[in-house]
């Protein structure tokens, strides 16, 4: 295109569409097979990849020290995410495989799996259907830094990794009270998880290896390798303290695997604040637009706007201004739809406040291609939002703004002046919260993706959470 005729017009759907398909991730891991497989026939390797589709499968390793928990954690997020666990006692048990076969003999004279034998088992076991379509779990492999290096050169990346930590003293004294029930094949704890019948109890062995020598020369072991595989996944990497309940450990690790990474793509946002009145929206709205260059669209102001600028919508909105009645959802629509197509607001984005109320409201916005990529709800008790706009008076002499508590007037002469708006009263401030949560519910499931944040603490610190929200890709949620 001629350079001269800059800036191009771009419809906002292209970016829109680009967005929610995830076209650049999907090109950029595309990219990446096609790079690391190097195909003799590149095209071909591109559409088996496409119609693969599992870019958003979990590929997860879990690393820890023995007596960790990785096992347990690994099992879980494996159940949890409907994937399959992978591990050298699966992996060495395959009949059909003469490289397992060759593993089993190691495995059974006590000797470690060669690394180079250890990876090409796992890389077969990736090439199976279940895996490429489900996805895989690592548990505790690799083990060495020179399986790291291996696993890599064959194109093998994972998306996270989970390193579980805790000191010594906690691992060796956990380790000596393992017990075994030959049976089932369950794992015990003297202290932490003692099985309440006496049939069960009778009948737990103690496992080979778990004394204490054997468990801090094992330790020793693992710390000289850790520290040197550690730094090859410096961008997926989340250390987790294996030192606390091993459920809040899961959900620790659940969270993270369930997070994306921060993309490359170009993003315009296109944010939505809601939440009842005095939450802070129009603060957060400025502090936004300030930092990121947003266009701050506040849907009352732009009503005001229009009246003051004497526009055409403006003439049709001034009757209702005038009765102190709601102007209609369509005359809302239409001047809201017409702002947010204008050009600044498509190439820098948008934030938007005081609209949707509701969903229909919400349903005419994304009707016409305004879709909001990030939504947040900002969730404040009702004591507080009556502290703070019941409190607020305004002088009516310099037209300054006032809070009784937070930034009370300097003098007894001003305050004595000061104006309270008969609209932060404490009936109506309760009035319109009211009207607000009456219809939150249904606005919440519509937007399904959206965010809850705590409004109830400092404002720079509610903005530091809508910019993780923002810069950060939304978690994928598992069904």
Not at 130 to 149: F, K, S
Not at 311 to 332: C, L, T, W
Not at 391 to 403: A, I, Q, S
Request: aromatic share 6%; charged share 25%.
């Amino acid at each position: 295109m001629d350079a001269a005729t800059a800036p191009h017009r771009i419809p906002s759907e292209m970016p829109q569409y680009g967005e929610a398909k995830r076209v650049f991730e999907m090109l950029q891991n595309m990219l990446e097979q096609l790079l690391i497989h190097r195909p003799e026939e590149p095209i071909p390797f591109m559409i088996d990849y496409l119609q693969q589709n599992n870019d958003n499968v979990p590929k997860i390793v879990v690393l820890g020290p023995p007596a960790a928990g990785k096992t347990t954690i690994a099992m879980w997020l494996c159940k949890h995410l409907k994937s399959n666990l992978l591990t050298i006692e699966n992996l060495i048990a395959k009949d059909f495989s003469s490289q397992a076969a060759d593993a089993r003999r190691h495995y059974q004279k006590m000797e470690p799996v060669p690394s180079m034998l250890l990876v090409r088992l796992i890389q077969e076991r990736l090439r199976k259907e279940d895996c490429v379509q489900r996805g895989w779990i690592l548990d505790g492999i690799p083990a060495t830094r020179e399986q790291a290096l291996m696993i890599q050169a064959l194109g093998i990346i994972p998306r996270h990794v989970i390193a579980l930590s805790a000191p010594d003293t906690v691992l060796i004294e956990r380790n000596l009270g393992k017990r075994i029930d030959p049976r089932t094949g369950e794992i015990y704890h003297t202290t932490f998880d003692w099985p309440p019948e006496s049939e069960i109890q009778n009948r737990l062995v103690v496992p080979a290896g778990i004394s204490e020598p054997e468990t801090a020369q094992k330790l020793l072991e693992h710390h000289r390798n850790i520290v040197r595989i550690l730094p090859l996944y410096p961008k997926i990497l989340k250390v987790i303290s294996a030192d606390q309940p091993c459920v809040d450990v899961f959900y620790q690790a659940l969270t993270y695997v369930q997070t994306n990474h921060q993309s490359n793509a170009p993003f315009t946002p296109r944010v939505l604040l809601c939440g009842p009145v005095g939450s802070g929206k129009s603060l957060q709205a400025a502090l936004l637009a300030q930092k990121y260059s947003l266009v701050n669209v506040c849907c009352g102001q732009l009503l005001k706007e229009a009246v003051a600028d004497k526009s055409k919508y403006g003439e049709v909105i001034q009757p209702f201004f005038d009765k102190e009645i709601a102007v209609p959802d369509g005359i809302v629509k239409k001047l809201l739809c017409q702002r947010l197509s204008q050009l600044d607001c498509v190439r820098r984005g948008w934030v938007l406040h005081g609209f949707p109320r509701d969903v229909d409201q919400a349903r005419m916005l994304t009707g016409r291609d305004h879709t909001p990529n990030r939504v947040f709800f900002l969730n404040v008790p009702l004591d507080s939002i009556i502290e703070r706009l019941t409190l607020r008076r305004t002088d009516p002499v310099t037209g300054e703004r006032y809070h009784l508590m937070y930034k009370p007037p300097p003098t007894m002469e001003i305050q004595a002046r000061l104006l309270q708006n008969p609209k932060d009263s404490e009936e109506q401030v309760k009035l319109r919260i009211d009207q607000f949560y009456r219809k939150c519910a249904e606005l919440e499931q519509f937007y399904e993706q959206a965010i809850t944040v705590n409004g109830d603490q400092d404002p720079y610190t509610v903005f530091e959470y809508l910019e993780s929200g923002i810069i950060n890709p939304l978690p994928t949620k598992v069904p």
